[in-house]
């Protein structure tokens, strides 16, 4: 069965690249947020086997985001994106429970990678 994946990033050309290397995978989107309280209230709506979230995004950022979804499910898989240089947020992510983080620009490859070892 293909593993539904949530995409959390504020600019839409992104979602729009990430949903488009992951179908071509296999995989299907369980939805699209903008920024982390949307995420938040997608990721109850959709419960979603894993997700996606950009670090830096409005209204809440992808940490924070991430560390409610680990409220509602301390057992959710979230990887973190991130663009060049912000090494300190990586490693704040990374302690907040996320399980792996890919840098931008995106490289289908590396999106995919990050998935497979994730949720398989």
């Not at 999106?111 to 949720?119: L, P, Q, R, W």
Request: charged share 25%.
């Amino acid at each position: 069965m293909a593993k539904n994946i949530l995409i959390c990033d504020d600019a839409a050309f992104m979602r729009m690249m990430i949903k488009d290397i992951l179908t071509k995978n296999g995989y299907n989107v369980a939805g699209e947020a903008e920024n982390g309280v949307k995420a938040v209230e997608k990721y109850k709506e959709t419960n979603p086997d894993l997700v996606l979230m950009d670090i830096t995004m409005p209204e809440m950022d992808g940490i924070q985001a991430l560390r409610e979804i680990k409220k509602v499910n301390s057992g959710a898989l979230v990887i973190m994106c991130s663009a060049m240089g912000q090494q300190a947020m990586v490693i704040e992510s990374i302690q907040a429970g996320a399980k792996d983080f890919i840098v931008k620009p995106f490289q289908a490859e590396r999106v995919i990678e990050a998935v497979k070892k994730v949720v398989g």
